[in-house]
Nanobody
Framework: QVQLVESGGGLVQAGGSLRLSCAAS????????MGWFRQAPGKERGFVAT????????YYADSVKGRFTISRDNAKNTVYLQMNTLEPEDTAVYYC??????????????????WGQGTQVTVSS
């Protein structure tokens, strides 16, 4: 089993920045990729960004490309999401996810094997 704990959410004005963290514990050697998803009220949980735990390759949703950066610290078993130039449309609960399957790119919520509890990000206009 893998446990994921997010931190770093909060309230920020449009144009501001936040950094989310997700610390993994347990069987972290089973993880192939970690990613971030978000869910706004009344909407489905959607993909934000993913990073390979092995080679660090990254992939982003078009809506955040150029504004968000995902990174990892393998020694700390932690993944980060640096969010810049935030917009009110970025308001959502952000969830950290991890998957054990080396054949998939973690871009769909159904692919995740583990989830964090979520952290609220609110961007005011």
């Amino acid at each position: 089993q893998v446990q994921l704990v997010e931190s770093g959410g909060g309230l920020v004005q449009a144009g501001g920045s936040l950094r989310l963290s997700c610390a993994a514990s347990g069987r972290t050697d089973s993880i192939y990729a970690m990613g971030w998803f978000r869910q706004a009220p009344g909407k489905e949980r959607g993909f934000v960004a993913t990073i390979s735990w092995r080679d660090g390759s990254t992939y982003y949703a078009d809506s955040v490309k150029g504004r968000f950066t995902i990174s990892r610290d393998n020694a700390k078993n932690t993944v980060y999401l640096q969010m810049n130039t935030l917009e009110p449309e970025d308001t959502a609960v952000y969830y950290c996810a991890a998957d054990k399957d080396p054949t998939v790119r973690l871009t769909y919520s159904i692919q995740a094997d583990y989830w964090g509890q979520g952290t609220q990000v609110t961007v005011s206009s």
